[in-house]
Nanobody
């Protein structure tokens, strides 16, 4: 099992940047593929980014491509979501998720992941 704790959220003006962290417990962090999802008030949770266990594969939702970057440091048991050029529509609760082994063919679906953090709130003001 793995436990996930997100941090780094906050209030930022449009155009600003934040870096979210997803810290994982356990000694097998490098065996887990990871995803970031977000949920805005009144909306369904949506896929943001995914990264394979070694970091060799990444994917981003079209809405954040060119602005967000996902990465991981397996030596630190931590994954990151670098968010630049933030927009008010990026306001949401950002949640980290993990699945043991490979990402699978549907890494953009919530059902692909077995472990979830509690999330960190990101608010972008206009």
């Amino acid at each position: 099992q793995v436990q996930l704790v997100e941090s780094g959220g906050g209030l930022v003006q449009a155009g600003g940047s934040l870096r979210l962290s997803c810290a994982a417990s356990g000694r097998t962090f490098s065996s887990y593929a990871l995803g970031w999802f977000r949920q805005a008030p009144g909306k369904e949770r949506e896929f943001v980014a995914a990264i394979g266990s070694s970091g060799g594969f990444t994917d981003l939702a079209d809405s954040v491509k060119g602005r967000f970057t996902i990465s991981r440091d397996n030596a630190k048991n931590t994954a990151y979501l670098q968010m630049n050029s933030l927009k008010p529509e990026d306001t949401a609760l950002y949640v980290c998720a993990a699945v043991f082994g490979a990402l699978g063919s549907r890494w953009y679906r919530q059902q692909n992941y077995d472990y979830w953090g509690q999330g960190t709130q990101v608010t972008v003001s206009s």
